[in-house]
């Protein structure tokens, strides 16, 4: 059975569509009208909490993009994209899989909203110029990453680059990318390189 | 021994209520809000909570959960505190989407919020930014009150896992901060019951 995602890029789908195109599987894709997702009957009927992206693998259902990154490894693996748990690097894998959403992506979504969605005299309120401050602040931890390593959990890519990779992207859609390190930028350009990415963001 | 750093009520309660669930000797180092540069200096950690574990040095609360549970202390298994791809992969798929949803769903907006009422001038306090993070939290919150109404004791049924402890101390976080209007009814009485098991109790005096 083929795997539906519901949701496009620039959304988090891109990290599902991504890790589905590095690792092969054949799946389709689901544009949802955001705004409108409530009155999207094959929508609901698969994610009755309207969360974007989604993707139905089979009986499964699942709506948060780290989450699908590590259930598509274990489902689709063996993949040197998923560090198995008795690796030297397995500690660093789940931490930067975790941290590309928990500490560098999530904070950008109130700055996505209040950009495009807030009335003018909101669009840089309290909240949304503190988190991108924040994003900015922590991505020093990726930097200090690639002090040793060329990727997120050690000598090849994985998952955990396809998880901040994916936060560092929306940092450079926001406009804030010159606010990154020099080493981070080099760093996205490589991973915006990949042939999976190239074919994921055209999606 | 395994080391923790370690703010009252800050994420690193995740860690300590898991270690205090597995009866797991571990030893506490309090630090201080804000982070000063000694601690980020440490490397390799970026914020509350880190642990140090041998040569293992490492942070974000859920990883933490993932590396003790599936690898550090195999009784984890024993106990049911964590779910694996097999024999069930949709009931891993189920038990991954909680073990994310407790901090990049409900936790992320849950902060701002906090965050908003805890820095910001009281002007902002109902601003764009801070209605719509209270806006997303309900949005999630419901789907965890969706995933109670069978009436099961714990997220992913009665076992009591590490999704509980993630999204059980999302729920904790907005309670504490007088948030409590935020949470349905099915996960004010889920939080209730997570709130009376001994080791959480233990943990909060940490």
Request: glycine fraction near 8%; include cysteine; charge should be negative.
């Amino acid at each position: 059975m083929t795997i539906t995602v519901f949701g496009k890029p620039p959304t988090r789908a891109l990290r599902v569509i991504w890790m589905l195109e590095e690792l092969g599987l054949a799946y389709e894709t689901r544009s949802v009208d955001f705004r409108n997702a409530r009155r999207d009957e094959e929508f609901m009927a698969a994610n009755p909490a309207a969360l974007i992206p989604a993707m139905v693998d089979g009986d499964v259902t699942m709506s948060e993009s780290t989450a699908i990154l590590e259930y598509l490894g274990a489902r689709y693996g063996p993949t040197p994209l998923a560090v198995k748990p008795d690796a030297p690097n397995y500690p660093k894998y789940l931490q930067f899989l975790h941290f590309g959403e928990a500490s560098l992506c999530g904070p950008l979504n109130v700055v996505v909203a209040s950009r495009f969605m807030a009335p003018d005299d909101q669009k840089a309120n309290w909240g949304a110029t503190a988190a991108a401050e924040m994003c900015i602040r922590r991505s020093v931890l990726a930097r200090t990453q690639l002090e040793q390593a060329p990727y997120m959990a050690g000598e090849e890519f994985t998952a955990a680059d396809i998880s901040v990779g994916y936060g560092l992207h929306v940092l450079g859609f926001l406009g804030l990318g010159e606010r990154l390190d020099p080493a981070l930028r080099d760093y996205l350009a490589k991973l915006q390189e990949r042939p999976a990415f190239q074919r994921a963001s055209a999606v | 021994m395994i080391r923790i750093f370690h703010i009252p009520d800050f994420r690193s309660l995740r860690v300590i209520w898991l270690l205090e669930e597995l009866g797991e000797p571990y030893e506490v180092e309090r630090v201080e809000y804000p982070l000063d540069e000694a601690f980020r200096a440490r490397g390799g950690i970026g914020s509350i909570p880190g642990i140090v574990d041998g040569d293992i040095v490492m942070g974000e609360s859920i990883a933490i959960l993932q590396y003790l549970t599936g690898r550090r202390l195999q009784r984890s298994l024993e106990l049911g505190l964590t779910v694996g791809p097999n024999p069930d992969p949709a009931a891993y798929a189920e038990h991954l989407q909680f073990l994310h949803l407790g901090e990049a769903s409900l936790m992320t907006p849950a902060a701002m919020l906090a965050a908003t009422r805890r820095m910001a001038p009281e002007a902002e306090w109902g601003n764009y930014t801070a209605m719509r993070c209270q806006r997303t939290f309900v949005n999630r919150v419901a789907v965890v009150e969706k995933q109670l109404a069978d009436g099961r004791a714990h997220l992913t049924g009665e076992a009591f896992t590490i999704a509980d402890i993630s999204v059980g101390y999302a729920l904790h976080y907005v309670r504490r901060r007088e948030l409590d209007a935020l949470i349905p009814p099915l996960a004010s009485a889920y939080l209730d019951r997570l709130s009376a098991r001994p080791a959480f109790q233990r943990a909060l005096q940490a």
